[in-house]
Every structure is written in structure tokens, then in C-alpha cells.
């Protein structure tokens, strides 16, 4: 079965940082390219960030450039999301997202959600 | 950055009876390799989102045949032909003509009367 499961939500002080995981299984993960998506409460979808196959390729929504770093171990069959410098409209229930080039965002993780207050 | 804008916000359906959503596009979305890429997906309470349609009219795998989608260049209408009540939620459009960058539509919300 197909799967993702993210991780490393919580409360974080503006100004913080926090790492999110996303754990992949039943696919190889290392043949696709992985997105990030995220949805504050109430709100509807936000594409964050996605990276391609090997790493290489990066791209992120300008609100977040030069704050969130994605990144991926293959070996690990796993996605990350660094984010530093929080803001309290980084607020939000984060997904990780499977990308498969032509079809697009075709499998999806619960979420974890991020909080960040003071 | 191209921008998605969805109408209604808002719809209330009757079960069984048909309901239709469109979306548009600040610009085509049209790639260069002639393919459009404008895909749908469905959020039910409390749940993740989920592919439902990808490039204009393509049912992703699972996806009843009672959902459609139709369209070309910045107009496009994702119809539901008898709503069940397992179809409230909210819907939105995503393109990814310029990819890798995404944007979304605001979303809309689907009500049973």
C-alpha cells in the first residue's frame, strides 16, 4: 500500500525552527519528485515546496524563500521540510505529497500541523 | 504567477441531482509540450486532499465515473452528474502548467440541501 506518513509538527515560538519529516512506503520514493502543500485553519491549499528525483532541483513559493529548505534521503525513503525563521502565518496543517510528473499530486500524507505562537 | 479562481464558493446540492464547478486561470494553461494541465481534487472533512482529475478530463484511479471534467486553454468545469453524500467537501482546481511551481484555486465547498 502506498503510504506517507509526516511527523515533527508542534508549537514553535515565533522566530523558531522546526524539521518535518515525511516517511514513505510501497513505492520508490527515489522516482518521483515529492511536494510539499500546506493549509492554515479554515483556509484552503498552499504549494510550498518540491524537490525532483535526485535532489538536485529545489523550488519553493516565494513567502517562504530563503526561510524553508526542502531536502529527501533516498536511501531513507523519506522527505524533509527545514523551516526557520517562523512567522505565525507559517500556521498550518503541513502535507507531504506524492508528484508524479503528468498526473501530479496523486498521493497524499494526513498531515501534521504546525503551530507557531507566542 | 498565474492565479486560479473558482466559482461558486459555495454550492448546495440536492442528492441526486447534478452539480458543476468552474475555474479559471489568469493565463492558458496550455504547456509547450500541448498537454493542459489542469487538475481537480476533492478534500473531505477532515481529510487530506485527493487527486481526482488531472489534465482537464483524466479520472485518477478509483475515482467514480460520475465525476467529469471539461475545459481548454483558461476556462475549465469539473461536474458531478448525481451527487452522493459521500461527494461533500471541498474541491479545487491546481495547475501545473508551470511547473514545478503549483498554485491552487480557493476551493469549493459542496453541501448536501
Known amino acids: 500500500e502506498v503510504q506517507l506518513v509526516e511527523s515533527g509538527g508542534g508549537l514553535v515560538q515565533p522566530g523558531g525552527s522546526l524539521r518535518l519529516s515525511c516517511a514513505a512506503s510501497?513505492?520508490?520514493?527515489?522516482?518521483?519528485?515529492m511536494s510539499w502543500v500546506r493549509q492554515a485553519p479554515g483556509k484552503g491549499l498552499q504549494w510550498v515546496a518540491n524537490?525532483?528525483?535526485?535532489?538536485?532541483?529545489?523550488y519553493y513559493v516565494d513567502s517562504v524563500k530563503g526561510r524553508f529548505t526542502i531536502s529527501r534521503d533516498n536511501a531513507k525513503n523519506s522527505l524533509y521540510l527545514q523551516m526557520n525563521s517562523l512567522r505565525a502565518e507559517d500556521t498550518a496543517v503541513y502535507y507531504c505529497?506524492?508528484?508524479?510528473?503528468?498526473?501530479?499530486?496523486?498521493?497524499w500524507g494526513q498531515g501534521t500541523l504546525v503551530t507557531v505562537s507566542s | 504567477d498565474i492565479v486560479m479562481t473558482q466559482t461558486p464558493l459555495s454550492s448546495l446540492v440536492t442528492l441526486g441531482q447534478p452539480a458543476s464547478i468552474s475555474c479559471r486561470s489568469s493565463?492558458?494553461?496550455?504547456?509547450?509540450?500541448?498537454?493542459?494541465?489542469l487538475n481537480w481534487l476533492q478534500q473531505r472533512p477532515g481529510q487530506p486532499p485527493r487527486l481526482l482529475i488531472y489534465?482537464?478530463?483524466n479520472r485518477f484511479s478509483g475515482v467514480p465515473d460520475r465525476f467529469s471534467g471539461s475545459g481548454a486553454g483558461t476556462d475549465f468545469t469539473l461536474k458531478i452528474s448525481r451527487v452522493e453524500a459521500e461527494d461533500v467537501g471541498v474541491y479545487y482546481c491546481?495547475?501545473?502548467?508551470?511547473?514545478?511551481?503549483?498554485?491552487f484555486g480557493q476551493g469549493t465547498k459542496l453541501e448536501i440541501k
Open positions: 505529497a506524492r508528484d508524479t510528473v503528468g498526473v501530479g499530486l496523486d498521493c
Open positions: 510501497g513505492f520508490t520514493s527515489s522516482s518521483y519528485w
Open positions: 524537490i525532483n528525483q535526485d535532489g538536485s532541483g529545489k
Open positions: 493565463q492558458s494553461l496550455v504547456h509547450s509540450d500541448g498537454n493542459t494541465y
Open positions: 489534465k482537464i478530463s
Open positions: 491546481m495547475q501545473a502548467a508551470q511547473f514545478p511551481l503549483y498554485t
